[in-house]
Structure formats: structure tokens, C-alpha cells
Nanobody
Framework: QVRLVESGGGMVQAGGSLRLSCAVS????????VGWFRQAPGNERELVAG????????FYREAVKGRFTISRDNAKNTVQLQMDSLKPDDTAIYYC??????????????????WGQGTQVTVSS
């Protein structure tokens, strides 16, 4: 079982930066793949970035490549999402999610069993 708690959302102007953090805990946290999803009003939930437990595999959706960086510190049990050069289109609720189905970063939310409560990110123009 995995428990996830997000922090770090907020409001920022276009071009600014935010850093999201996900605290990962629980009996199976040590093998969990973690993904950051986002959902804007009227849109489906989409994978923004993902990382395996070892950190040797990462994924970024095309829209955030070069602007967002995912990383994890297993000693501190945290996964970070550094978001730079933010755009109004990045406005959404951001969720941390995890699964224990092996070292695969799935692009669909249905494959992730564990979810955090979400944190709002608002980027003004």
C-alpha cells in the first residue's frame, strides 16, 4: 500500500516557476512508480511526467518537455516536479499517483492505484 501527499501548488504569473512535492509512504512505497497527472476543468486527466523507483526511466508529455523536471529522493521518500516557464495552459489540479505493477510508466490514470488529494496550480497571463 502507498500513501501520497502533495504540496507546493499555488498561483504564479506566466513565465514563473513552481515546485511540487509528493511525499510517498507505505509498505510498498519502495517499489512504486510515481506519476504526476493534471486535470483542467472539462478536460481528461493526463500524465504530465513519471519516474520509476530507481529514477533511471522518466517520461514527459510533449507539452512540458524542456520546462518540467521530475526527480525523486528515495532517502527522503519524495518525488518532485519542478515546473519552469509556466504557461496559462498549465493551469490545472495536479495529482501525484503511484502503482506497484513493475517499472513501467503508464500513460493512463486507470493503471495507478494510489492517488494524492491534488494541488491547484494557477498560471495567470
Amino acid at each position: 500500500q502507498v500513501r501520497l501527499v502533495e504540496s507546493g501548488g499555488g498561483m504564479v504569473q506566466a513565465g514563473g516557476s513552481l515546485r511540487l512535492s509528493c511525499a510517498v509512504s507505505g509498505r510498498t512505497a519502495s517499489s512504486a512508480v510515481v506519476g504526476w497527472f493534471r486535470q483542467a476543468p472539462g478536460n481528461e486527466r493526463e500524465l504530465v511526467a513519471g519516474i520509476t523507483y530507481s529514477g533511471n526511466k522518466t517520461f514527459y508529455r510533449e507539452a512540458v518537455k524542456g520546462r518540467f523536471t521530475i526527480s525523486r529522493d528515495n532517502a527522503k521518500n519524495t518525488v518532485q516536479l519542478q515546473m519552469d516557464s509556466l504557461k496559462p495552459d498549465d493551469t490545472a489540479i495536479y495529482y501525484c499517483a503511484a502503482h506497484n505493477l513493475g517499472p513501467m510508466i503508464f500513460g493512463v490514470p486507470e493503471r495507478y492505484r494510489y492517488w494524492g488529494q491534488g494541488t491547484q496550480v494557477t498560471v495567470s497571463s
